[in-house]
Every structure is written in structure tokens, then in C-alpha cells.
């Protein structure tokens, strides 16, 4: 009879707070052969808190694919592997991607083990909408890299959220303010589930400003989540653009039309859209 295989359990872990981790995350790291993780050092001091002394192997983005197939042959032999990050939800701008892709492809069944996640914990309680959100993961370490990520954030994207470091954060806000405006209203999540969790409200500037009043708040993990531009009503179209708009329409897809008259009139492509929908749409 062949062995049945092993799966791969991809595990979140606490963010900050030690009892945030779940009960069948823990039996679960009890239970598995061995523990994938990002940062050996990091994680043992996690399972050695949870009284954990299964074998750790590391897997980071400069190992991965090579520790794949070692994981992958140890399920296919019948072993249970987890999988975790130095902290929350394991793959989310963490290594683990190409892991779970292979095993997939490999056949080996790749069970989630759900808990803490830093962007979720961030955007449930910053007061900014959450039905619909796009994530960028962390910024870019350049100024020019940074502004074209945000950039090319799609105008009805809804909610912005990234990740970025204590050491770039002032000169990120200068970016977000170059490119999305002065006035945007933003949200600064930092030290999520610690002593000195907080959320600070503002634009760039109003930000930078908190940031800057004592030193150690330029510390931490930090999720910066950007508010949804507000949008124009249709009555702000200029009389051009609405013209321009009906004569494509004539000939155009509408979703062609919007994008060709928001080119060129410099207006908002998904504000066209809707008003072209309302063209379209009969009395």
C-alpha cells in the first residue's frame, strides 16, 4: 500500500503579541516533522516560548527553491512540514511563494493555518473603508521606484495599504504627498499588537510632524494606509471632456472611450466610466 503524503501547512504567528497565536497553530508546530522558517534564530525564541522543540530548517528568498524540493521529498515521503514567517501570515511580503507553488504542482496538499496578519490588523481599526483595498506590499528602498508604485496605484483601487520601514518612512511620506497629493488623508499604523501599538491620522505633512516630535516614534514595524482619492463628481467634467467622451462613444468600446478622453483631457479615467455609463444607460 502506498504511503499517504504529507502536507505542507503554511502557519501565521503572532505580530507582535505572543497570544495572538491560535490553538491549532500550536498543536499544529507540535505536531509536524520539522518547521520551515524564515529566520531560525527569530522563530526559536517563538517556539521556545511555546515549549516547541521540532527541528528547524531556514527558508528565505535566497534558499527557497533549492529547500523546496528537500520539503517537498520529506511529504512525498509520508512528513508533515510547516511553514512560517518571522511574523504573521506566512507569503504575505514573505518568502514562501515558490514553496507552495512547487507543491502544489508536486501534488503534496498545502493546508492554511489562519492568524495574524499586519495588514488586516492594521486596516480593521484605522477607520478608512475596507470593502474594497489594494495591497502593494513593502515600498521601494529609492525615492523615483517609491513615486512610480504609487503611480501606478489604479485611481478606484480603494484603499492603499503598504509596508515600510522606520528608516524610510519621512521620505516616503514625501512621496506620497509629491504623488498622490498634499492633502490625501493617510493612516500610520505602527507596533501592531506591542506596548507601543498607536495609529496616527493625517496627511503626509501632520504626519511627518508626530513622527518627528520624539525620536523613537521613527521605530517599529510599520503599515502606512492610504486614504481612496475622493471622486469627482460628474458635474466637474469639463464641457470638452463630455463632448469628446459622446463623439468617441459613437465609435469606441466604452471602456476605450473613457481611457482615450481621460488622456486627453488630464481627467479621471473611472469618473469618465461612470459618467459614460449614465450616457449609455436608458431613461
Known sequence: MTKQSGSLYVVATPIGNLADISQRAIATLQQVSCI????????????????????????????????????????????????????????????????????????????????????????????????????IGFLAAKSSQRQKQLADVPANAGTIICYDTARRILDTLDDVAAVLGAERQLVLAKELTKTFEHFAYGNAAQIQHWLREEPQRCQGEMVLMIAAEAEKPASEISAEAQRTLQLLLAELPLKQAAALTAQIHNEKKNVLYQFALGLKSPD
Open 36 to 135: 520551515a522558517a524564515e529566520d531560525t534564530r527569530h522563530s526559536g525564541k517563538l517556539l521556545q516560548h511555546l515549549g516547541i522543540s521540532n527541528r528547524l530548517l531556514a527558508l528565505h528568498d535566497h534558499n527557497e527553491k533549492q529547500r523546496a524540493a528537500s520539503i517537498i521529498e520529506k511529504c512525498l515521503a509520508g512528513e508533515d512540514v510547516a511553514l512560517i514567517s518571522d511574523a504573521g501570515t506566512p507569503l504575505i511580503s514573505d518568502p514562501g511563494y515558490s514553496l507552495v507553488r512547487l507543491c502544489r504542482e508536486a501534488g503534496v496538499p498545502v493546508v492554511p493555518v489562519p492568524g495574524p496578519c499586519a495588514l488586516i490588523t492594521a486596516l480593521c481599526a484605522a477607520g478608512l473603508p475596507t470593502d474594497k483595498f489594494q495591497f
